[in-house]
Nanobody, 122 residues
Framework: QVQLVESGGGSVQAGGSLRLSCEFS????????MGWFRQAPGKEREGVAG????????YYADSVKGRFTISQDNAKNTVYLQMNSLKPEDSAMYYC???????????????WGQGTQVTVSS
């Protein structure tokens, strides 16, 4: 399976921005989707954003549309999540993920990183 390493988390005030990065092992064709999930204490893990590797199609949860942007740099084997206009409810552990297909269907992702913490204060 691909190896996923997240970075870029931190603590910011409401309205601020953060950029998360996810480095993954060399693409072999087994994973056609990269995405970001998050999980807050006491809540279920939820899909945030997804992207089709090479194709560039993107998918977002309604709660982050217009504020978050997922992108990729294939040369660096890296996927990014630019988070703007952050809200306290965005506070969570954010996980990078990979999946084989149907990149907008969160249940299809099957590989996960260790997570990076994002804390937004009011």
């Amino acid at each position: 399976q691909v190896q996923l390493v997240e970075s870029g988390g931190g603590s910011v005030q409401a309205g601020g921005s953060l950029r998360l990065s996810c480095e993954f092992s060399r693409y072999t064709g087994s994973s056609n989707c990269m995405g970001w999930f998050r999980q807050a204490p006491g809540k279920e893990r939820e899909g945030v954003a997804g992207i089709t590797i090479g194709g560039g199609s993107t998918y977002y949860a309604d709660s982050v549309k217009g504020r978050f942007t997922i992108s990729q740099d294939n040369a660096k084997n890296t996927v990014y999540l630019q988070m703007n206009s952050l809200k306290p409810e965005d506070s969570a552990m954010y996980y990078c993920a990979a999946g084989p297909f149907w990149c907008g269907r969160w249940s299809r992702y099957n590989a996960w990183g260790q997570g990076t913490q994002v804390t937004v204060s009011s």
